[in-house]
């Protein structure tokens, strides 16, 4: 199997989802003669033209109502925010429209729709262009949140996020574009929206992420490893709707859970998480459930030594599961 | 009623007097409500009254067999026209399970009918106008020839979501009508404090192209309009603005209470010029409404009103149940 | 003391603070002339003029934009979104603007801004009169998230919220405005952000709650002690920042938790609690977390039916409570 | 650079001169950061260049002891000539903790600074717009008369929330100047893909207040604009849009290659029309620079950025524990 980037998975699952359907088309800023300021629809436009690779002017609610009329007559639009930070002029369209169209109309009409949206920090992005934003939508029924970690999930879930009959918020890690690299088969394939997957597995402490942190979990766990603690971790991949039956299995498998997410804590996704667990697999617990998310100020900052002390990492991550292992 | 004469714009007296029974019918459908209400059995009504000559004006310019709707919570006049009956209302209002919209789940006036092209609506003011854009660019991929007509109120038309999708219409040139119903309030707020410059219309020489105000109280005014509107989009010329004046002839919704905000008197004189009243002068003057004509009509149309009316009282309620369905397909 | 309703609290907190600080105005859809659909502000233009008690044009955006800059160059806007839903076209402004204007500045600008906006069902308002939205902000760090369930708690904690240095979302259940009565003082007092309150003593439940539910919550538990079950029921108050002692405290009062919110479950406010909870006081609980909620669908449905089943109520509660205890 | 003369504008030889060192100063502290970060000693630039004449006209027709800026990323000659020093811009772009605007919070170009009345902006486009709007509505009740100007670019201006701010600007008169600086791009899209109808200050109209168009590349006309509608806010007259027009001279940002979007033709052409090449020649033609005063010039603007880039290469970067202050009061 070839190897590529995540962000290949990316410009790999429209342009063949593209050829596959007619209906598909992408919209958004730069995204066609620039081929996205990340380059994720570069040659899309070369192969599709400008009416299916979508300049759109610079106006986010207008490429969200824009899709979403498009998607419930008929078609497949896969619209991108440049920024997950800039998705906010778009809430009230993502929020008030395409999540709730199927329900309103009682089943008759529906939005299947993608955003993409390239969140997370580390890239010396300031306050606005590091954010998670996953928070701001998992508490609104009628959408699907897709955040995948490696290339070969991240092209999978986007068709099938593409083929969904619902609309999907798709938010990509923008470090791990040109930093996380696997192998992706070459014939197509999709990887079930709605479910999580074990990414390592382990019999002493369960960790929860997914994203870049889910990397940076994996790193640890193999320092861990060294030191004789078996960690076992969870890619949750999709946040809603959330796999529930696969947490309380990696919960059951250790007993001891830490929810590792770049977000930060308060209000943030990993709430649910262990909110689910402490209802359902309450019994099965040996320790307090943890959480290690980023630290509850409004966004990251630019100077290194201050996007450093918010970003997490393999040790931040190390340390969290000793403290738990040893418990 | 001007100068304006329906055959010169080539509407037949049978057309012109089809749209008097569909602004009629309108009318008394929503009539009906206020009393529905009033009698405490049913919880809400958002009123079309005195912007009846501009849906159906408005509407009758369209293709009913291939344009589509993006309307607002007014525009009872329109869907009736594009095909919704009093019944479909009246299952609406009294939120019954077979609501062809919602299925009772949204208050009346929340339109949405696949079998007409009229694409389910919202609370939110002024989303619809880009999911029109939207439906204008589809129709753009698929090399489709539909025309979009999408209204809202005066107010409504300040919101973000116009500019932008006026901006992008614009840009792309897409067979898009934006329609704003100027009933010259938002609930209380009058124009003045609500538009600058007081002029909606003027708003389209901002995106390139053509922005009409028309008197709304003409049916025939408008149906040129837009007429014209649609003639421009089908060949490719790009979006219209039109700005139809009239008047909110009744507070802002059941829940209103228009007299801390407006007086008496100005509400009086507005219904002089209510297009009812206007449009039945013309049609009378012309010979093609007549006094026996109009009671004949009267009791069609009280009849299809009393029937959709009981009909709906009886129909039943959707199950508790259905709560959990159509979250996701 | 005199009894008054939980919207003239909202009245009463507004004309004193105008009175109080020439700074502080209100501004927002009919408010003015009209006195807000609900008749919070009724009043205020007689007594302020229409410059301090701005009809805005119906824009949401603007609202909460114009009360922001007005708020950095030293004013007291209070705006008013006219229902919770429409808030949405207003999200860029509070999570991008309001939220960040402190911390961006490295503290040399604040946002002095309140924003009221009443919120909930069972008023026949439908899907999109009757949301619950906190959970859209409550992972927002910067924000302060205020729901009170009283006239008193309502009346002190506007005051406090106007008087506060940093951007407050004041959300007002639109149930409670005229269901909700109680004594008010005649004095000038205000209730601190941040400090939730035990409204019952009780020693076999624990139920946490804020807003129209915790009524529901009262009647459940004034029911339940018939059947000798003794309920403790603490009223959140302020959301953000979480009063995480009383919480606590809350729990080791009974060993058993019951979240109480009319949002939905999945990514709402209670999950957050529960998390706290799961990793603070795990070891006070004798039973698993529950949680009773909304239900994970997109909004509250109009037709009587579906809104009952939508709505909790105190039979509901009672019954979860009757669980718990027999846990 | 046409028949404009200073003079007829009230402007002496002196403040020319002036205006003309704040424009080379921005574009030397811009250039510098480019070479900085091309280097790998900063981690981003975004760019005035090109936009210096509009920057720097605007700012000296305001009063810099109470009018207030909500400016954009582009608009450093707006802040150095509102009070900012290239130490300042240095200590940004260093992302060290004695930076003005932000405590190396921010990415350099948002700008924010008390002392000089210049209000923090963020990156989501066009939000500072509403501020301003904000900042003159507060002016009003507090029966100041400061004027507030906001900026944004051609590309931002088609955001909901500008329209709004034009809006709401409009039905309350307020002394708002709404500055719209097309530099015919917004990243790679041209102003054919993003503004409907290409002219931006033709939207004022649909708001009810002038709106004009300028050559950006000369700062005299910029001046005589905004020196205008100054004195328009002033008289209580309210807001005016100004589209200035120019180019951008450099790539959106240092993440950028512009190569891929528009050819090096149509950059070297418009190079030609550069303010400061253009600036610097009406001086030159008028004898109020010389070739010595040039040099004399060129020589202490380097040394300014030559020991602000040192200085705030030096300082301080702020301590991680910073990270969690000024959340809340
Ligand atoms: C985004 C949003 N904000 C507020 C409201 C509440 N609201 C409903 S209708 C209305 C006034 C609308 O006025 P206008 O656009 O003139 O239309 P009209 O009702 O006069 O036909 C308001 C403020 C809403 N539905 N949506
Ligand atoms: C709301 C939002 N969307 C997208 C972006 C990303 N972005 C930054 S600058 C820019 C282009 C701006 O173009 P224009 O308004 O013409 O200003 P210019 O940069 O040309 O001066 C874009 C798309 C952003 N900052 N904010
Ligand atoms: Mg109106
Ligand atoms: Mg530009």
């Known amino acids: ?327 | 009623m001007s100068e304006l004469k329906h055959t010169a714009l080539g509407l037949s007296d049978e057309q012109v007097l089809d749209m008097y029974r569909y602004m009629l019918l309108a009318r008394k459908i929503d009539e009906r409500m206020w009393l529905l209400n009033r009698a405490g059995k049913i919880p809400f009504v958002i009123s079309c009254q005195g912007q009846e000559g501009i849906q159906v004006g408005a509407a009758f310019a369209l293709d009913r067999e291939k344009d589509w709707l993006c309307p607002y919570y007014r525009d009872l006049g329109m869907v009736l026209v594009f095909g919704q009956s009093a019944k479909d209302q009246m299952l609406s209002a009294f939120a019954k399970k077979e609501d062809p919209n919602s299925g009772g789940r949204q208050m009346p006036g929340h339109y949405g009918d696949r079998r007409f092209r009229i694409l389910t609506g919202s609370s939110p003011v002024t989303t619809q106008v880009l999911h029109a854009v939207g439906i204008a660019y589809a129709g753009k991929l698929e090399k489709k020839d539909h025309v979009v007509l999408t209204s809202c109120g005066e107010g409504s038309s300040n919101q973000g979501d116009w500019h932008e999708a006026c901006n992008f219409a614009g840009v792309h040139n897409l067979p898009v009508i934006f329609m704003v119903e100027n009933n010259k309030y938002a609930i209380s707020v009058p124009l003045n404090k609500q538009v600058a410059g007081g002029d909606v219309s003027k708003r389209a020489q901002g995106y390139g192209f053509p922005g009409v105000k028309v008197d709304g109280n003409n049916p025939l005014e408008v149906y040129k309009a837009v007429k014209e509107a649609v003639e421009r989009a089908r060949r490719g010329e790009g979006p219209t603005l039109i700005e139809a004046v009239s008047y909110r002839l009744v507070p802002h919704s059941s829940d209103d209470d228009d007299r801390s905000y407006r007086a008496r008197e100005e509400v009086e004189e507005a219904k002089k010029n209510d297009s009812l009243v206007i449009f039945r002068n013309y049609l009378m003057e012309a010979g093609i409404l007549t006094e026996e004509k109009e009671q004949e009509l009267n009791k069609q149309i009280a009849r299809e009103v009393d029937e959709a009316t009981d009909y709906a009282e009886k129909a039943p309620y959707p199950d508790p149940e259905e709560t959990y369905k159509h979250v996701y397909a």
Chains 1, 3 share one sequence.
């Open chain 1, 1 to 327: 199997m070839p190897v590529i980037s995540y962000i290949d998975a990316v410009t790999q699952a429209l342009m063949e989802e593209m050829k596959r359907d007619p209906r598909v088309f992408v919209l958004g800023e730069d995204v066609g003669v620039r081929g996205g300021v990340f380059r994720a629809t570069v040659g899309l436009i070369e192969e599709f033209g400008e009416d299916r690779v979508l300049d759109t002017p610079l106006t986010e609610s207008a490429i969200a109502g824009v899709a979403i009329g498009a998607a419930a007559y008929g078609m497949r639009p896969v619209a991108e925010m440049q920024f997950a930070d800039f998705i906010m002029p778009a809430v009230n369209q993502i929020v008030s429209e395409a999540a709730k169209i199927r329900y309103r109309s009682n089943g008759t009409w529906s939005c299947p729709l993608v955003i993409r949206a390239p969140y997370g920090g580390g890239v010396h992005g300031a306050l606005y262009h590091s954010q998670s934003v996953e928070k701001i939508f998992t508490g609104v029924p009628g959408l699907k949140i897709v955040m995948p970690s490696t290339p070969y999930d991240v092209k999978g879930l986007l068709k099938s996020a593409i083929r969904d009959e619902d609309p999907v918020l798709f938010f990509e890690h923008k470090r791990c574009y040109r930093l996380i690299k696997g192998e992706v088969p070459v014939e197509d394939y999709t990887v079930p929206i709605g479910k999580a997957e074990v990414k390592r597995e382990g019999t002493d402490v369960t960790v929860i992420s997914y994203g870049l942190t889910l990397h940076f979990a994996l790193q640890a766990a193999e320092q861990l490893a060294k030191e004789g603690i078996s960690v076992h971790v969870l890619d949750l991949r999709t946040l809603i709707p959330l796999d529930k039956e696969a947490v309380l299995e990696a919960v059951a498998k250790t007993g001891k859970v830490l929810i590792v997410h770049e977000d930060n804590l308060t209000g943030g996704f990993g709430g649910e998480v262990a909110a689910v667990i402490a209802e359902e697999a309450f019994f099965e617990l040996d320790a307090p459930i943890k959480r290690l998310c980023g630290p509850d100020v409004p966004a990251m900052p630019y100077s290194p030594p201050l996007e450093k002390e918010f970003m997490l990492n393999p040790e931040k991550i190390a340390k969290a599961i000793r403290e738990l292992a040893e418990f």
